[in-house]
Structures are given as C-alpha cells and as structure tokens.
C-alpha cells in the first residue's frame, strides 16, 4: 500500500520551522519529550530540547544515536547562554508544569502549545471534579465515592484520586498560573491516540474550547531495538543482552514484568508483600526494584528470595530497559504503578496489566484500564488513599500479588478476552502512528498549524510500505 509521508519543505531561502521543547526535569516528562522531538524531527523540523546537565547525561546518547540517523535535534542545557546560529524559533512546547513559559513566549512572539503528561482520560475527569465542585454531585468529604460528574460513562472515585495536577494547599498561586498558562496557549498536546480515548477527547475538547492535537503514544517512535535499550537512561548494552538472553528462554506470555516507574517508593514491607506474591505465584518475573527501596529490611531478605527463586526470577536494581523488556513476546503481564507513560507502553505493546497506583492522575488510569479499557486487573480495588509512599504499610499483602498475578494468567476465558483486547489496542496504536492514521495526521494538523504561521509548506511523499 502506499502512504503519503508529510515532510515540511521549506522554498530556497527559507528556514525550517524550529520548535523549542521545554520539558519538566523529571524522567516521566522528559522521556516523552524527547520522543515527541524525534517524531518532529522525523517530519523534518528542527527540535531543541531545553534540558540540565544531569538530564543531557541521561539523554545524551539517545539524542547523538537519532542525530546520526539524519534526525536535527540538539540539546541546550540551561545554564549556558543559547547558540546564536540556530535560526529563532518558530514554536515552543512546554510541559503543562511550567507556566513561566507564557511569558517567555510572549515576549519572544511564538506560538506556544502545552505538552500534557498524564491522559486525556485523567485530564477531564479531574477538570470535571473541579468544575462541578459547588454542584451537589461532588461530596465535600474527600473518601466518600461518587461518579465523575459530565462523563460519557459512569466511574466512581473518590475526590481525593481526582484531583487536577497540583491542586493541593500551598500551590495556590502556581496553580492559578498553570491554570492561566493554559487557558492562553495556542493549543494542546496530548500523548495518547483517538482510539484508546475517544469520547474523552471530545469532550475534553469541548470543555477547554481549544484545539488539541493526540499524537501519541510516542513510545512508538521508538522503531529500532537499541531505541528501546537506550531510552530514557544509560543502559549497557551486555547488561540489556542478559535481560534479552533471560527472556528468550522463557515461554511466550509467560513473563511478569513488575516496575513501578521512576518517583514512587514502597515501604521494605510493601516491597516483601510484591516479592513474597511474586514468589507464591510460582510463575517466572523480571521484578525492578529503585535503589532508594533497598533499605536494610529489604537489603537482607532480598537475596535469599532471590536464591530460591533463582530458576524464574530475575531481580534488577535500579534502571531497566523497560520498552525493550515490554516488547519481549515472553512478557505477558506488567505489574504497574500506572503512571502514564508505562500505561501506554503497555497498551502499544499489547501487554495486560495489574495495577497499583501511588499517587496523582495515576489512579485515574487505573480506572481507565480496569474499567473502561478492560485490560487490567486491580492490585487492591478501591484502594481509597492520597498517596502510596515509603511510610505505608499494610495497604497490599502477598495474597492479593498472588491473586491479581493469576487472575491476568489463568488461561481463563475472562483473561483470554482480556488479552485479546490487549492485542487488539496495539494494533490500533501502530496504525495510529503510521501514515494515514489518527496520531500521524494530527501531528501532521498540528505542524500545518505552526507552517501556516510562515510560507513553509508540507510536502506529499508517497512512499510503499508493506
Ligand atoms: N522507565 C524505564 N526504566 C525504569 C523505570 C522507568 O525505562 O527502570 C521508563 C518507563 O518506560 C517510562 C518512564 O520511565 O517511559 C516512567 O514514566 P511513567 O509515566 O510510567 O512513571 P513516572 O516515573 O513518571 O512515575
């Protein structure tokens, strides 16, 4: 079949359209940013991601690899004044958690869009929660359930899961800024696509009166499988090869993969209950512990769970290559806090999950994948918390580890239908990201939006793909 690619090609003379990211330091936002710059560049764009010294270590060598693939993007670290041969900018997206931007862009003429972290899904719910807070259909108290008012379908939470992003006392004013920022920008950016949200999309839409543009998930953009391994941190390549090696010889859809992103923490408790579920599930798992959950408690239990299950578990502390173990076709479960990119990676790869949300829009898209989405099971339904920290202790036990493990597992008629809606997700979410589908045009509607701006046009290349 043929595909029209759309390249921007400016006339003899002209620059290239030339978008600044801005995105939050935080590995949960920049990782996305720097795979929405890739698909930028890919169109032909120049990219410059805003980043910190620390940051540029961890993407460093991510940047360079996609640069040698003919990819424009550099990196400016902030504290050093900004090269001046770069042509100005055309664009500037920013996080959402960072309304001083506004003025920046202001100041500097460009258009500005905001680049939403969390999902559409999480975005209206907690929009909605708000909007109709003296309406009688919100409770006052904070834990008692009700069903998220102005919705196509009917969720219950409790408010204190669905708040907007730093709705908390003290953030008053920056979220009088933030809430300002985005009523002003010229549109909005969500990683996600049409067909994993559709009906919030729309009235997510409505509700901002603004345009949004659904060009994810970007984890997609990541087509080669060292972009997998190098994504996000450094990973050396012998250590990724073992993982790989590890997975190969284990039966298909057979693997749990369990990580709960980059900020969360679990109490050493916690942290036995998952490892203690793990082991009484008797099925094998790559378990990512975070070095800050490596606590006395857990530093002298941990290698003894590890000796008896030696011949299926494979325990990694610290950084894991998390899109090039998902990708795996041994891989059959993730274990996740739900934080939203590793929902997504999930969906695009097909994967049915357990979830264990801690805190923020991630028990939102819990709700999301267990009740709207189907392709998830609940590591504690209900869990009716603000927040899962270092200090909690006895919200999860190993039974209900065990219990989620084998309902995802069981072979089951209820798991098959789950699995195959899995599967089903990630091929919508490919062709979403190819030529022709939902997320590939609306990028497309979104760098006509900016060349409109100028006399840059895109240009049509058709190009066979099988
Ligand atoms: N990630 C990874 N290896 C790790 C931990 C996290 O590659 O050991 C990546 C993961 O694939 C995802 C991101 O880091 O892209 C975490 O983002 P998410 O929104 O899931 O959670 P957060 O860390 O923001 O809570």
Known sequence: TKKVINIIEPSSGQEKPHFVLVPLFAQGHMIPMVDFGCLLAARGALVTIVTTPVNTTRIKSFVDRANADGLVIRLAELQFPCAEQWPKPTC?????????????????GLLRFIFHGPSCFFLLCSHNVHEYASSGDVPGDFFQPFFVPGLPQKIEVVRVQALRFFDYPGWE????????????????????????????????????????????????????????????????????????????????????????????????????EIGTGLEASNRPFIWVI???????????????????????????KGWAPQVMILSHPSVGAFLTHCGWNSTQEAVSLGIPMITWPHLADQFLNENLVVKVLQTGVALKPQMKTLYVSRESEGLIAREDVERAIEAVMDGGEEAQARRQRAKQLAIEAKKAMEPGGSSY????????HVLDATSVKLHDTETTVR
Not at 196 to 222: C, M
Not at 261 to 266: C, F, L, M, Q
Not at 290 to 316: A, F, N
């Open 441 to 448: 045009e609306s990028l497309t509607l979104m760098i006509q």
């Open 92 to 108: 500037l997206v920013s996080d959402s958690s960072n309304p001083w931007t506004r003025d920046v862009a202001r100041e500097l």
């Open 290 to 316: 975070k070095q800050w959950d490596i606590l006395p408690e857990v530093e002298k239990w941990l290698p003894e769970l590890e000796e008896r299950t030696r011949s299926r578990g494979l325990i990694l």
């Open 173 to 272: 004013k920056f979220l009088e800024q933030k809430t300002e920022a985005e009523a002003t920008a010229d549109g909005h950016i969500i990683n996600t696509f049409r067909e994993l949200e559709s009906p919030f999309l729309d009235h997510y839409q409505r509700a901002l009166g603004k345009t949004i543009w659904h060009i994810g998930p970007v984890s997609l953009s990541n087509k080669k499988p060292e972009d997998a391994i190098f994504r996000g941190d450094k990973t050396i390549a012998e250590e990724a090869r073992r993982i790989s090696n590890w997975l190969d010889a284990k039966d298909t859809a057979s693997v749990i993969y369990v990580s709960f992103g980059t900020i969360v923490s679990n109490s050493p408790s916690h942290t036995l």
